[in-house]
């Protein structure tokens, strides 16, 4: 396994167009989770699912944004009617279920909204 | 609501020297603490998970400490490396759950 993978690396769209992230977590973990990281800062928790189930969502997550992890394995990140706002990387990490593991990181996608 | 706050912002040391890393957090009830390496552009490289019931962690030239009374931990870098030159970010969970709370980093350059 080679770790988690997002997909695209960098994404350039026009303000208002729709776009779709991809993550594909360490297969035999069970928690996938979505961050948001602007220029500056630590990443932000957006939202996290365990197996299908999205458990919790961010304030930070407006209701132009929908993940979705329909099988309990990859997941996808989509935001509509992007916004200049919207430019930032986006950062899914997976983990085992419980209280004493590791989260890892995939290399993240750069969205810049113009 | 956990809080997260490292200092320094930035740190520029020669090569050879020994550093610390500080973190702080504000709520104390959590069951371990990551650190964290993130290079330019790219995504985050875990470096030591410390387990609540360790006080250190060691893995090669690093060693991280958790005082979770005081809401603490620092990361120990020994005989520093330019290649060690990156951002360096602790994260705690979020009080009772498993998200992590970020701070702003450390960005560490180790001069030649």
């Known amino acids: 396994d080679t770790g988690v993978s997002q997909d695209p690396r960098h994404k350039i769209t026009k303000r208002g167009q729709n776009v779709t992230f991809r993550c594909d977590p360490i297969s035999e973990h069970n928690r996938l989770y979505w961050y948001r990281q602007t220029l500056g800062q630590g990443p932000e928790f957006l939202t996290y699912f365990q197996n299908e189930a999205q458990l919790e969502k961010s304030r930070l997550l407006s209701d132009r944004f929908s993940a979705e992890r329909p099988k309990g394995s990859f997941s996808t990140l989509e935001i509509q009617r992007t916004e200049q706002g919207d430019s930032a990387m986006y950062l899914c990490?997976?983990?085992?279920?419980?209280?004493?593991?590791?989260?890892?990181f995939g290399q993240g996608t750069r969205l810049t909204v113009v | 609501k956990q809080e997260v706050t490292q200092i320094p912002a930035a740190l520029s040391v020669p090569e050879g020297e020994n550093l610390v890393l500080n973190c702080s957090f504000t709520?104390?009830?959590?069951?371990?603490l990551q650190w964290f390496r993130q290079d330019p552009g790219k995504g985050l490289t875990s470096l030591l998970l410390i387990q609540s019931s360790q006080r250190e962690q060691t893995s090669g030239r690093l060693n991280a400490s958790l005082d979770k009374s005081s809401g603490r931990s620092t990361l120990y870098i020994a005989a520093s490396q330019p290649g060690d030159s990156a951002t360096y970010l602790c994260?705690?969970?979020?009080?009772?759950?498993?998200?992590?709370?970020f701070g702003k980093g450390t960005k560490l350059t180790v001069n030649p």
């Open positions: 990490a997976s983990s085992l279920f419980g209280a004493d593991t590791e989260a890892f």
């Open positions: 709520d104390s009830a959590i069951y371990n």
């Open positions: 994260a705690p969970p979020e009080g009772g759950s498993e998200k992590l709370v």
